[in-house]
């Protein structure tokens, strides 16, 4: 049905790794496979294997959940995008609500990975990673801009004044340092 590996720390599991709750989900505890120091896993590949049919309105979702948080969206994959490397952010564990006690016999708390069968239209963006690294380039662009137009600005009463040509200086100078460093941009993603 499906697969996963995680980048640089396993090989291939296949869904047997994986207890299924019902037909449709599936978890891996992370103890068993990390322990404690689940927050270290930062990234999962899933697959679909090429026995598996998907229903083309279907989507296999992926979950995390930090001990005593809710379980939260990572992306999915479908028949059109067979596989996906999901970012894995995980909370921090009792972020969600309340913490669940166990008693001392019972076993600790785990971080869970939760994989499930879902409509597709039903999920929002199958790579919510993705939209996240765009949002915070776009966040820190947006900051560089702000901190070059603050360089040339006067105030004028409750108002800023800046040059009018300050967004072609800014673009223009921000446009050469790219060109010349290309590690330059790459500072802007985390």
């Known amino acids: 049905m499906f697969g996963v590996v995680f980048p640089n720390r396993s090989f291939p599991m296949d869904i047997s790794t994986f207890s299924q709750i019902d037909t449709f989900h599936w978890i891996l ?3 068993t496979f990390v322990g404690e120091a689940y927050d270290q896993v930062r990234e999962l590949c899933i697959f679909l294997l ?3 049919t998907l229903p083309a309105d279907k989507a296999l979702a992926v979950y995390i959940q930090s ?3 809710p379980f939260l969206f990572c992306g999915a994959v479908t028949l059109s995008r067979p596989s996906a490397v999901l970012t894995l952010p995980w ?10 006690l166990t008693a001392s016999g019972d076993a600790p708390l785990s971080a ?3 994989v499930s069968v879902e409509d597709l239209a039903a999920l929002p963006s199958l790579d919510v990673s993705a ?3 765009i949002e915070r380039l776009a966040m820190k662009v947006g900051e560089n801009l ?13 108002k800023l004044v800046v040059p009018m040509d300050i967004l072609d200086r800014w673009f223009k100078k921000f446009s050469e340092r790219a060109k010349r460093d290309p590690e330059y941009l790459k500072g802007f993603a985390f």
Not at 91 to 100: I, L, T, V
Not at 146 to 156: A, H, K, T, Y
């Open 29 to 31: 505890d992370m103890n």
């Open 67 to 69: 001990p005593g948080s």
């Open 146 to 158: 702000f901190n070059f137009m603050q360089s040339f600005c006067g105030v004028d009463g409750s």
């Open 131 to 133: 939209e996240k690294r």
């Open 91 to 100: 909370p921090e564990p009792g972020s969600g609500g309340e913490m669940r």
């Open 50 to 52: 090429n026995s598996f």
């Open 112 to 114: 869970k990975i939760g």
